[in-house]
């Protein structure tokens, strides 16, 4: 039986080369990740001021001025940095690449003697460092800045940011800990972070310290009421309920305890992926189960078909099992981007294709939908209704946006989704010392270092079609070692050939091993059926009850009014209609894979209630995938249809 147990392939081992994800690599490298820099630096009119780096410039004592923005404003800097490293590895660029050292140089000016950094305190309220844990988010902003050093590191080579993290990083585990100063983040970050420094640099202290953060929480539930606002006397929120904090910020039950998904999505996510990360890197059984058993209840009780979680505006949290409203729904980008990160984790303790069916559904909807397709507006909330008029109207559904901002005073997600795209290799690919895993079908190159050394190239033309070719290439002459293809589970129909001979193996969890002595040019062909899915909800699901979403491959499709006339709750897809798919170039779309079929709108005019049923008129529908809606007419849009 092949080891399954795995690790991320570096993202600098990794040159993409996809006919779908490329085009957004460059979009995000040409005109986002530009457009982001102007926008922290308030140079972009008629967007939400954000003032980060000049919040750093302040504080380096390069300008004067007060601090502005929110508590977390630093987040957004790291995240940026990030997203640059990645995009310097996928397409180099020396003028950014200077520019991003000077807002280096700035952090590191910044950066007290200690090694404490945090513009907010630094600035506004020094008096008060390290008081608040439960609001200040003054460890999330170093675990992203953590992260940002690592990455710009494995990018460019640079240390002079991973040394400034370095000493902040110390400051963090010489004060937390067992026998040290209790406590934990409110909002969970920095221990994935500490476990990513931990692995660059060996530091067994911060392996520890992540540790020390995860098992201690939940362990008091009332810790953050009864022990640390005591000690500080103050609140920063005062608006923010003891009983539902401890909810909030999953501190109700120790870690290995808490067997549901509950309180605010990201945080909770964040949490269970470095509850992975931990529990793979030593050996923990019982906190893999109960990485396991949270994983269930996500995905199957409480996640959306595009892969949004996190369902209610309360809290931006989860809420009750199969509670789905489609027109109410949080979703917010962040919390999918985290699932990825969530999945990918799993998948590096074990292969299972439930992970990597899940990591292809976020990154080809619930997180790709967060991008306007020009790069310059993002949403926060990603509904799957939304109702002109209402949306984003009325008070209930003030968060529903009908269309995508250009920015936000809390702008989390527009950075977190370039540095998740920027370094999508690492999503694509695994390996082992026995051999390699295929994750999803990204064309272009990777290098492992199993087996002496391999190349493998990727022909893809995934998603639209199912036709993926790898050729091997080992540096040794003749190389014994596994290739695991998945197979997605939305896939009933596949054909697998090694040197064009069809191969009979069965998937095993979602995986087909192919173990050979593989020699330079074989080749592994996949086709996968590409067929039109009606997707149906679990009966429990309310919102859904009675209705039909389409599926085409891993793409979610939905309806809009521009394609389909207004009032889009009186038609109906019909069971027994064929449905059609056609590649179209739109202007707005680009090159996408449209659905079409015959349905029929109900009419019921004038009375607001009648003993007539409604009049049925034939009607052509067309469906556009999900990720793509309100990219050309403001209106109205459904992914599930009455059927």
């Keep these: 039986m092949p080891n399954k147990k795995q690790t991320a392939l570096p993202v600098q081992n990794i040159k993409p080369n996809d006919k779908f994800w490329s085009p957004i690599q460059k979009l995000i490298a040409d005109v986002v990740i530009p457009f982001q820099e102007d926008v922290l630096r308030d140079k972009v009119p008629g967007v939400e001021k954000s003032h980060a780096i000049e919040n750093i410039r302040i504080a380096a004592g390069k300008s004067e001025g007060e601090f502005y923005g929110m508590v977390f404003q630093d987040s957004d800097v790291a995240k940026w940095l990030e997203a640059v490293a990645y995009s310097l590895i996928v397409k180099p660029d020396s003028d950014l690449e200077n520019r991003a050292d000077e807002v280096i140089d700035l952090i590191a000016e910044a950066q007290e003697d200690d090694g404490y950094l945090n513009t907010f305190f630094i600035l506004k309220e020094p008096e008060k460092k390290w008081q608040n844990l439960q609001e200040s988010h003054e460890l999330y902003c170093n675990g992203h800045m953590i992260e940002a050093a690592v990455a710009y590191k494995q990018a460019t080579g640079k240390d002079n940011l991973l040394n400034v993290m370095r000493k902040n990083a110390d400051l963090i585990c010489n004060r937390f800990g067992k026998d040290k100063i209790r406590g934990y983040p409110g909002h969970q970050e920095i221990e994935l972070a500490l476990l990513r420094l931990y692995r660059i640099t060996g530091e067994k202290m911060y392996l520890d310290t992540a540790k020390y953060f995860i098992d201690e929480r939940g362990t008091e539930p009332e810790f953050f009421h009864h022990v640390e606002a005591p000690n500080r006397g103050w609140v920063r929120n005062p608006n923010f309920k003891e009983k539902d904090s401890k909810t909030y910020t999953q501190v109700h039950a120790p870690v290995r305890e808490q067997d549901k998904a509950i309180g605010h999505a990201v945080r909770a996510v964040y949490m269970y992926t470095a509850m992975a990360d931990l529990a793979a890197e030593t050996d923990d059984e019982g906190l893999m189960e109960a990485c396991r058993v949270l994983w269930d209840n996500v995905t199957k009780r409480q996640m959306y078909i595009t892969g949004g979680v996190g369902a209610t505006v309360f809290g931006e949290a989860f809420s009750l099992d199969y509670e789905l409203p489609n027109d109410l729904i949080y979703g917010e980008t962040c919390a999918s981007i985290a699932m990825v990160f969530f999945a990918r984790q799993m998948l590096e303790a074990e292969a299972n294709g439930e992970y990597a069916d899940n990591m292809e559904k976020q990154l080809y909807n619930g997180v790709l939908s967060g991008m306007h397709l020009d790069g310059r507006k993002f949403f926060y909330v990603n509904p799957l209704e939304v109702i002109p008029g209402v949306s984003g109207t009325l008070p209930e559904y003030k968060h529903v946006k009908p269309e995508r901002p250009g920015w936000f005073n809390c702008a989390c997600c527009p950075p977190n989704v370039s540095r998740l795209y920027m370094s999508l290799g690492q999503y694509a690919w695994g390996q082992n010392d026995k051999g390699i895993f295929a994750h999803t079908y990204l064309g272009g190159s990777a290098h492992f270092d199993t087996a002496g050394g391999i190349d493998v190239e990727c022909e893809s033309s ?69 067929q039109v899915q009606r997707m149906y909800s679990n009966t429990n699901v309310r919102a859904d009850a009675g209705c039909v979403a389409l599926q085409r491959g891993p793409i979610v499709y939905c309806f809009e009014e521009v394609d389909n006339g207004n009032q889009l709750s009186a038609l109906r897809l019909t069971r027994e209609a064929e449905i059609k798919s056609r590649m179209i170039n739109d202007d707005s779309l680009g090159n996408v894979v449209v659905l079409e079929t015959d349905g029929k709108r109900m009419t019921l005019e004038d009375e607001l209630y009648s003993d007539v049923p409604p009049k049925e008129s034939p009607v052509a529908l067309k469906a556009i995938p999900y990720y793509a809606w309100g990219n050309r007419k403001l209106g109205g849009m459904r992914v599930w249809l009455l059927e």
């Excluded at 191969?503 to 091993?513: L, M, N, Q």
């Excluded at 330079?520 to 590409?530: F, H, K, N, P, R």
């Design 462 to 530: 995934y998603p639209w079609e199912g036709n993926i070719k790898y050729t091997v290439n080992p540096k040794q002459k003749k190389a014994q070692f596994f290739f695991a293809v998945h197979i997605p589970g939305w896939c009933k129909k596949w054909v697998v050939r090694v040197n064009g001979k069809e191969v009979t193996a069965e998937p095993d969890k979602g995986y087909i091993y192919l173990d050979n002595e593989w020699s330079a040019g074989d080749t592994v062909e996949l086709e996968l059926d590409m």
